[in-house]
């Protein structure tokens, strides 16, 4: 195709961002089958080390660690696929000193896990990799997340206004020190102002669980100070959160997918509708052509093992048309994620055809060294809600 | 000279580790001085991480608090305050480091033992079997107040609570068998069917119901430090902990800790030489010690000013003290607490004021000590200092390792981030000459590095003896 025609294509002037799912050997629950590593390589640094390395080089904008317990694959053997993940919080946290552009958000759930606990490690994520971390907040709908911590089950209504309570409560805590509280002045002695930490004295009103007892509250303020973006960009699946805690700014960002390629503009539309603030990212499953394999005959020789369920899009093909699906889905969705079949595999053909191509095309937005995932989504750093000088945007909370 | 025979089959390693506490809160850093740098920044952290392991340190250590210091109901404001999570930095730090062992506090009472045995194992998978978890227990319902459990925890409970925690995460950790994995991706399955069990646990505090997600280590399991004083924790750590990180440093007092750990440890079954106590250590050095003497004096003015003075008083007597002279005698005001609040951190939790107080005044009076001069002898580790010349110190220090009263220590470097630099540069190859400390790694995981054995499955040979010690039901 012609690359001078397609950088003069109005929709050029519309950049998007790419980012990439970078769990256990990739999305297909049979990746490891075609890994190149032995199994057991799998869970340590090293291979942490690797993807994110390859996804940065390849270009991409965002890298994402999904968390929680593996579901076992539907009708498998046990023990057949990958039961075992490392913390993804953690991944993140590894990653962040050994890369220098590609933005880092891991999954963490919100509902068994202690919201105090969340707040901190993400603002220290956001410490350790200089201002490119995010949070891509899950909401487990499985017993077994229940049980683990001993907590009674929180059924499919309590998840969105348990997501909700977690990320007010760490949006509070990130902005309970204002950002100029650290004063060190010698002359009085005194390290900090206290006059700009605040207590965030957070109460769920809700009864978040039928049998789990009323809700909690945490006082502050954080134990450390705020994190560089000020707010880090919240990621949320389209339908855990609910149109007003969407319009009250919960997330900056929204994840949807839609059950086919084709369906996935309408799917788009409607999540842009719903929360005209946030960024949209579309969700994509990827298999492509690779070492002389058709996409298809790769996938079906991956499903023989284990079927492949997944809700989102999924494009099988070659690079060339991926290219063009991205393109398009690109002129009206903010950002694409990536869930490749197999990460060894198909990783190498997104780096060398396919995000060659969409940077020809002028679609993707420039990789910026040192620069923070607010600014990659176009959002201002905020003050914090505390500081004194109220502004506009106080009155919403 | 005090007695240095420990008895109970303890023999002395005749070796000496290091370990770097990287101090988030206190008066122990001097920020004033125009030296000092960020004590957030990533940077800083690489930097003192990077420069122990030049130094062959076993381990760079992590505290935790997880609720801010506060001072008269506001938060404290004229000591360093604020601090990363410590395995979110430890994750971050494994990437640029190689052999020095990483150690995460991380308290029991507020955690859930899957979700943290999960971001240990996790730890010490990705930094190649070089994490360690230091376990504290403090249990205040003040520090209650940022969790969805609250102050639930009944201080008496706090170490039958952490002991029912700490075997939880000890069974996860062993719950995966050894070569379950497939060595190919050719194999039939991932992992062998059936070889990851399932760990329950059901008691008084709360209820586990874990399919673990990891295998084993190179290192197997984290390293179990332990930190906490009173005869209650020294008897779960002469059960549980493989290190003691105490706060017993003076010779002649390290050497009585050692030999009540080693008969804790004896009775509970283990051998005499199990558990490794490292105290919580300053060095102020100089090629002199003249200069050392010198440094210490600036180092001291530093730490401790005059407001940090009064205030550390007022933490005490509960009220404000702005008008006595910090160069004046202690204030002939009594305290209006009864008893001393945790406010400001555990060290000062539940002291009876009144009595402090009276103990206090009569100490600085006999002492001729001013307000300043008493506190900065009672903090800034006075206890815990070492100040002198290289070659002195590190004599000092060789009798330590002769005697066998401890197995390293633990510093904290008054300056971020090149307070370690001349330990590193002057008072290592000073041990190493005395042949007291490590010329290399012994290994690549921190349980090589610190002369730990492998560990026994808990499921194992462990079980039924844990059975009759653990206040919590096992299922
Ligand atoms: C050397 C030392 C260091 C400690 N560091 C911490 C810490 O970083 N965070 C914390 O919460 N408690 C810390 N503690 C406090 C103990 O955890 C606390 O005293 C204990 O858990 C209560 O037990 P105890 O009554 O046996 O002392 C430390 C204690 C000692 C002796």
């Known amino acids: 195709m012609s690359t001078a025609a397609n950088s003069s294509t109005p929709s050029a002037a519309r950049r998007g961002f790419l980012a990439l799912e970078l769990d256990g050997d990739g999305g297909h629950p049979a990746a490891w089958r075609k890994a190149r590593h032995t199994p057991a390589e799998l869970l340590d640094g090293t291979r942490v080390r690797a993807t994110v390395l390859a996804a940065e080089s390849a270009g991409f904008h965002v890298a994402t660690f999904a968390d929680g317990a593996l579901p076992p694959a539907a009708d498998s053997l046990d023990g057949r696929d990958i039961p075992g993940r490392l913390n993804a919080l953690q991944r993140a946290a590894f990653a962040g000193p050994i890369t220098g552009s590609i933005v880092l958000v891991p999954e963490v759930d919100t509902v068994y896990t202690e919201p105090f606990h969340i707040s901190t490690q993400l603002a220290s994520l956001d410490y350790v990799s200089g201002g490119r971390a995010g949070w891509l907040v899950a909401a487990s709908d499985q017993a077994v997340d229940a049980a683990a911590v001993g907590r009674s089950f929180v059924s499919a209504d309590g998840l969105g206004r348990e997501a909700a309570a977690s990320i007010e409560v760490s949006r509070r805590l990130w902005d309970s020190w204002e950002d100029d509280a650290v004063i060190r002045d010698v002359a009085t002695g005194r390290y900090i102002d206290v006059d700009k930490l605040h207590y965030v004295d957070f109460a769920s009103t809700v009864d978040f669980a039928s049998t789990a007892g009323a809700g909690y509250s945490v006082k502050g303020p954080s134990i450390i100070p705020r994190p560089l973006q000020g707010q880090l960009p919240v990621l949320a699946p389209a339908g855990l959160l609910s149109a007003d805690q969407l319009s009250a700014g919960a997330a900056d960002a929204v994840l949807v997918s839609a059950p086919t390629p084709e369906l996935l503009a309408g799917e788009i539309a409607e999540a842009r509708a719903a929360a005209p603030a946030a960024a949209v990212i579309a969700e994509l499953d990827v298999v492509l052509d690779a070492r002389g394999q058709s996409a298809a005959g790769r996938l079906a020789e991956l499903d023989a093992h284990t079927p492949w369920q997944s809700s989102r899009a999924r494009f099988v093909g070659t690079a060339a048309a991926l290219t063009e699906l991205l393109g398009s889905v690109l002129e009206t969705a903010d950002g694409v994620r990536l869930h490749p079949a197999v990460l060894d595999v198909d990783l190498e053909e997104l780096a060398q055809l396919v995000l060659p191509a969409l940077r020809r095309r002028g679609v993707l937005a420039p990789q910026q060294p040192g620069s923070t995932f607010r600014n990659l989504l176009g959002l201002q750093r905020p003050a914090s809600r505390y500081a004194a000088v109220s502004v506009p945007s106080a009155a919403n909370n | ?475």
Not at chain 2, 35 to 48: A, H, K, M, V, Y
């Open chain 2, 1 to 475: 000279m005090a007695d240095t025979h420990i008895g109970n089959g303890f023999v002395p390693s005749g070796q000496l580790q290091l370990g770097v506490f990287f101090q988030g809160v206190n008066s122990g850093t001097v920020w004033k001085s125009p030296e000092s740098g960020s004590q957030t920044d990533f940077e800083s952290f690489r930097r003192i991480a990077q420069t122990a392991e030049r130094g062959l340190f076993a381990a760079f250590f992590l505290g935790e608090g997880l609720r801010l210091r506060e001072h008269l109901g506001r938060p404290h404001a004229l000591d360093v305050v604020g601090r990363p999570d410590a395995q979110t930095m430890l994750a971050a730090l494994a990437s640029v480091t190689t052999r020095i062992g990483l150690v995460a506090t991380q308290n029991t009472t507020y955690n859930d033992p899957a979700d943290l045995a999960h971001r240990l194992s996790s730890l010490d998978l990705l930094s190649g079997g070089r994490a360690a978890w230091n376990v504290v227990t403090t249990d205040n319902a003040w520090t209650g107040a940022n969790f969805r459990r609250g102050g639930y925890l009944d201080h008496a409970d706090r170490y039958v609570h952490a002991e029912a925690f700490v075997t939880t995460a000890k069974r996860i950790w062993d719950s995966w068998e050894d070569g379950a994995i497939a060595e190919t991706p050719a194999a039939s399955a991932w992992a062998a069917p059936g070889s990851a069990r399932p760990v329950h646990h059901g008691g008084k505090h709360y209820t586990v119901d874990y399919v673990p997600r990891l295998p084993r280590s190179a290192q197997y399991r984290p390293v179990l430090f332990q930190a906490g004083d009173s005869p209650e924790g020294r008897d779960f750590a002469a059960r549980q902990a493989d290190v003691i990180f105490s706060a017993h440093p003076r010779l002649d007092d390290a050497l009585s800790f050692r030999r009540d750990i080693v008969e804790r440890t004896v009775k509970a079954g283990r051998g005499a030489n199990d558990v490794k106590i490292m105290p919580a250590s300053e060095f102020i050095l100089a090629a002199t010690p003249q200069e050392a003497l010198e440094k210490k004096n600036w180092v001291r003015s530093l730490q401790i000013g005059p407001e940090q003075a009064i205030a550390y008083l007022e933490q005490f007597w509960g009220r404000e003290l702005q008008g006595f002279d910090p160069d004046g005698p202690l204030p002939d005001i009594d305290p209006v607490v009864e008893e001393t609040s945790e406010t400001r951190g555990s060290g000062f939790h539940g002291a009876k004021a009144k009595q402090l107080a009276d103990q206090w005044r009569a100490e600085a009076k006999d002492k001729g000590l001013s307000i300043r001069q008493f506190v900065s002898a009672r903090t800034s580790r006075g206890d815990s200092s070492f100040t002198g010349s290289y070659t002195e110190v590190a004599d000092r220090l060789a009798e330590y390792a002769r005697t066998g009263a401890v197995d390293g220590f633990n510093i904290s470097p008054w300056l971020i981030p090149t307070g370690l630099d001349d330990i590193v540069n002057h008072l290592v190859p000073a041990l190493q000459e005395r042949g007291v400390y490590p010329t290399e790694y012994a290994g690549s995981t921190l349980r090589e590095n610190l002369g730990l054995a492998t560990p026994v499955r808990q499921d194992n040979a462990d079980t039924v003896r844990l059975r009759l010690t653990v206040g919590e039901q096992l299922l």
